[in-house]
């Protein structure tokens, strides 16, 4: 056991703390923030329909999780990568990662099988097993299949002439065992039903053969009719299968002349990459998941035996199909800050802030619409990560263009599963005479930065928007994120620098008010928990709360360490991964380490040092990940309005520490315990608080 030192004691050496079992491994963490999501499918307290809505983020998650973070442990292993702090080697996670993840697997089908699937029928909302469709239902459907399925597909038994085909990321299909002969005398076998993306993955029952809500999976009516695709034969099985590949694009950037160029090449082949897992019907012949398995080149701890359809999440779609708004969470209002017709004297005079969903996104997009059309607006640049579709905010910023104002837009081409789109993004831009910039070579721009420069009288001045989300109008509804408002002349200076560096090559630059990675944020942030562990040396008050998504970064994890060895207390909000250990005797007992999991996605960053009194409160880009402080373009902006700073500290930090509902405490064995109102405590959800204060 490590022991902690007495207040006159300098620092712990920090080798001590890099004992492996001092850190938790970051893809086990990232797995079991899922627990905690299902823990939500399960819990009466949440609307039926939003329980359904959780149980398929949990399994859209782990999809993720395996195209990304498994793909990347596999990736490890064949190349002989050396062990992450906790000392696991990529084949000892990679064991753990499948016995969590098939635990996972089974929590999921168990919900759904026996939980949520009969709760929403009786509640109404059908989705209808195969073995209990009545005899109406069966010949609709036999008839929809023929008319609506079977044209579009195409079947291939495979033979010398028919070597098995190439299977597409996360696609449905079936293995069908055959019996018989064709008719050109060829003996059955094995066929692959692939089903076509164009089809529906779930079929809505027209009221006529069953109720008004009531859905059937594509997946169980290609196996109920899958004869009628061999006719002749005898059908033995049908069992569904899904794949699932490695997703992460990689470009070397150093390389190539023309990163959008390269990775349009990348994207065309993405789909089939190679595989990292096999869901398969849990009743196919063991032979047959051998031959699969053999197919894609995977270990037997690849394969996951499924209970149900094995593309489960696409039943997120029942959630809008169903026109049951009882069964939803009630609709959200929000504020709106400032009135639009007055954003620019409104922030000439103090800065706003937004916190989201609580505050409306408007306020961003209608600040670009005015500096689109304002004659006295020169200039805009924006930083874009994720965008979405049909976005308010690149329609303003091509008519900015089209009325000759200078905008300059960097794109950021890497952002995951957003590069296709990112990519069509650059290209309407640049079209409208947009200046588009792609960033930093080695360096995703994750930064969320807008600069309008407008003139005033004789002087020209800098409005700036900084946040902590992206500039995506969907997710400022579903995730709670901080955005800043301000014609601060500091900040804005610095934000100018910025753009300065990412679209002209600049040289790394002084700021007076921004802590920015890869250069000064990481150190910005050691040196200020180390400023805490001098003041708890010292015998003065010390404290620190931080929020974030994720924190791995090894560095900041032994000064935090330190900073609880030296009495400084310390409150972390994470969401997802932590590889951190809080409660360790002599090592973290000063560190707590809670999640909240509720109605809206937590994806706020906020760090707060008490700073001996004269505390300072930033908002970030950057969750304290290796990625994010080293090896990414990040935005960290203080808040100074100190009335503002206030409202941070209390609707973010405080508020969510005193979340009874929907917290769950981290333990030093790494396990997540739910928090629950002590005797005689009142019942506290931080996001109801600020729902009930709109």
């Not at 938790?24 to 819990?43: G, H």
């Amino acid at each position: 056991m490590i022991s902690a030192p007495s207040p006159t004691q300098p620092r712990p050496d920090n080798d001590l703390l890099r004992d492996p079992a001092l850190y938790i491994n970051r893809e086990l963490s990232q797995l079991d923030f899922n627990f905690r999501v299902m823990a939500q499918a399960r819990d009466e307290r949440v609307p039926l329909l939003e329980r359904l809505r959780f149980l398929c983020i949990s399994c859209t998650n782990l999809d993720e999780f395996f195209e990304i973070r498994a793909a990347t442990v596999r990736h490890a292993q064949e190349f002989g990568l050396p062990p992450a702090p906790d000392g696991m080697s990529p084949q000892a996670i990679l064991g753990a990662i499948h016995d969590r993840s098939a635990r996972l697997v089974q929590e999921q089908y168990d919900c759904w099988n026996n939980v949520l699937r009969p709760a929403l029928s009786e509640a109404g909302v059908e989705v209808i097993a195969r073995d209990q469709w009545d005899a109406r239902q069966r010949r609709w459907l036999r008839a929809y299949f023929r008319h609506e399925i079977l044209p579009v597909l195409s079947p291939l038994g495979l033979d010398p002439a028919h070597p098995f085909p190439r299977i597409l990321n996360k696609t449905l299909n079936i293995v069908v065992m055959l019996k018989g002969v064709d008719a050109f005398g060829r003996a059955g076998h094995m066929a692959i039903v692939r089903a076509p993306r164009s089809l529906p993955r779930i079929i809505k029952l027209p009221e006529r053969v069953a109720g008004p809500h009531s859905f059937v999976f594509l997946s169980s009516v290609l196996s109920a009719f899958v004869e009628e695709m061999f006719p002749g034969m005898e059908v033995e099985g049908a069992y569904q299968f899904r794949v699932t590949r490695n997703s992460e694009l990689i470009v070397d950037e150093e390389e190539v002349e023309n990163l959008a160029l390269a990775l349009r090449d990348e994207l065309v082949t993405r789909g089939y990459r190679p595989a990292v897992r096999l869901e398969i019907a849990h009743d196919c012949p063991r032979p047959i998941v051998r031959q699969l398995l053999q197919n894609f080149e995977l270990p037997d701890n690849a394969a996951y035996y499924i209970d149900g359809p094995v593309n489960l999440n696409r039943v997120i779609q029942v959630y809008d199909m169903a026109d049951r708004p009882d069964l939803k969470y009630p609709p959200m209002s929000q504020r709106t800050v400032v009135e639009p017709e007055a954003i620019f004297a409104t922030v000439a005079q103090r800065d706003l802030l937004l916190h989201h969903p609580f505050d409306s996104f408007s306020s961003v997009i209608e600040l670009i619409r005015q500096a689109a059309t304002d004659p006295n607006v020169l200039a805009i640049k924006q930083t874009l990560y994720r965008t979405g579709k049909d976005s308010a905010i690149v329609d303003a910023l091509i008519q900015a263009a089209r009325n000759g104002k200078d905008v300059t837009v960097v794109v950021e081409l890497r952002a995951r599963f957003d590069e296709d789109a990112n990519l069509g993004v650059a290209d309407r831009l640049q079209e409208a005479g947009v200046q588009v910039v792609y960033g930093v070579v080695g360096y995703k721009t994750h930064a969320k930065m807008l600069l309008i420069v407008r003139r005033e009288g004789r002087k020209l001045r800098r409005y700036v928007h900084l946040g902590t989300g992206n500039y995506h109008s969907g997710t400022s509804r579903a995730y709670t994120d901080i955005g800043l408002i301000t014609a601060d002349a500091d900040i804005g200076n610095d934000v100018h620098l910025l753009f300065l560096q990412l679209s002209g090559l600049g040289p790394k630059m002084k700021l007076k008010c921004l802590l920015q990675s890869p250069f000064t944020l990481h150190s910005g942030v050691l040196e200020r928990i180390e400023r805490e562990t001098r003041y708890a040396l010292a015998g003065r008050p010390a404290r620190i709360i931080a929020k974030m998504n994720a924190l791995n970064e090894a560095q900041v994890v032994r000064a935090l360490y330190a900073a609880s060895q030296a009495g400084v207390q310390i409150d972390l909000i994470v969401r997802g991964a932590c590889t951190l250990r809080p409660g360790v005797p002599g090592v973290s007992e000063n560190i707590r380490v809670r999640s909240i999991v509720g109605r809206f996605l937590e994806h706020s960053r906020v760090y707060w040092f008490g700073n001996d009194g004269a505390p300072e409160l930033f908002c970030a880009s950057a969750d304290w990940l290796e990625r994010n402080l080293l090896r990414r373009v990040e935005t960290c902006f203080p808040i100074r309005d100190q009335k503002l700073a206030r409202r941070v500290y209390n609707e973010v930090l405080l508020n969510y520490l005193e979340d009874n509902l929907n917290a769950w405490q981290l333990q030093a064995d790494g396990s997540y315990l739910p928090v629950s109102p002590a005797p005689g405590q009142i019942p506290h959800s931080a996001q109801l608080t600020l729902l009930e204060g709109i």
